[in-house]
């Protein structure tokens, strides 16, 4: 548990020292790769499938 909170601790201190720019770039990366049309394809046929197990429409 130690190690634990003091990785959780060590990436905080990391994650706010990256600062606001770093975060930006990485939600624009994000937003690029998940507005792919390859990612959309696949995120369909995955609902697809989740709809058909649990019946769901």
Not at 10 to 26: F, I, N, P, S
Not at 31 to 38: E, G, N, S, T, V
Request: aromatic share 8%.
């Amino acid at each position: 548990m130690k190690k634990f909170l003091l990785g959780v601790g060590l990436g905080y201190v990391l994650g706010a020292k990256a600062g606001r720019g770093r975060y930006e770039q990485l939600v624009r990366a994000y937003r690029k790769l998940a507005d792919h049309p390859m990612v959309q394809g696949a995120a369909g046929v995955a609902r697809a499938k989740v709809s058909e197990k649990f019946g769901r429409r």
